[in-house]
């Protein structure tokens, strides 16, 4: 069974679970930094490690709060090392009413994600050929969730403005905070996001992202955590839609991990 790791987690989203080459380090200091360059070097020392070997999960998207009903979505991941990046690739199987789609993402750690994204156009149609997304193209939703492209490559850590501010409280945890600022939003983009780590551990508790008007728009967080074979696994995920009240859960399938 493979074993998840809340915090390698954030870094590439739900992408590639496992152990880190190097371990993030807890922050203990009582009155950290603030500031830019605090900010800047909390991500890079986040956007620094990299996964330790190959590593696959399944799991099942779960949509909720909309007038149409949306079915579950079986997702399947798989990671892929290579000698200076890796690679994600998400499949999400077809429903009755939608087609499969295929991501991959192509991770480094000094270089922002590349996006290949493919969809069939009905539930018993074939793929199309991937299209390589940079950016604010890869804003669109996967499976017809509330999770974007983007989200998958955590495009924020890779915007020129990131900021640490002074540490909070967030379900009942000391945290570190990462204020990330966006200076050219597209329509309908994240303008900024902030990300809460846990002080002790640095592993990731929430996160919130905002439009120009400082709306909060999208809220994620990691859900319940369940024991099994003696281990803590992350159980569930989810992604909460502040526009539209849609959320998101991805479920994982810890016994087959």
Known sequence: MRR??????WLIFFACFGRLETPLRAQHTPNPTTGPAAGHALVAELLSNRPAENSHWSGTLKISGR????PPVPVDCQTTLGETNWS???LAGATASHG????????STNAPPRYFYARAAGPNAPLDEPKSLAGAE???PFAGSDFWLSDFGF???HWPDQNRLKNQTKRSRGC??????NP???TGAYARAVTWLDAESNQPLQAEAYDTKGNAIKEFEVGSIEKVHGHYEVKNLKMFNRLNGSRTSLDFDLQDQ
Not at 176 to 181: G, K, M, P, R
């Open 88 to 90: 994600v690739t998400y």
């Open 138 to 140: 890869a804003d669109v």
């Open 4 to 9: 998840f790791s809340l915090a390698f987690f």
């Open 176 to 181: 570190l905070v990462l204020e990330s600022v």
């Open 155 to 157: 495009e924020f850590f």
């Open 184 to 186: 050219h939003p597209a």
């Open 67 to 70: 007038e149409d009903k949306t």
């Open 100 to 107: 499969a789609e295929k991501l991959t993402i192509i991770f």
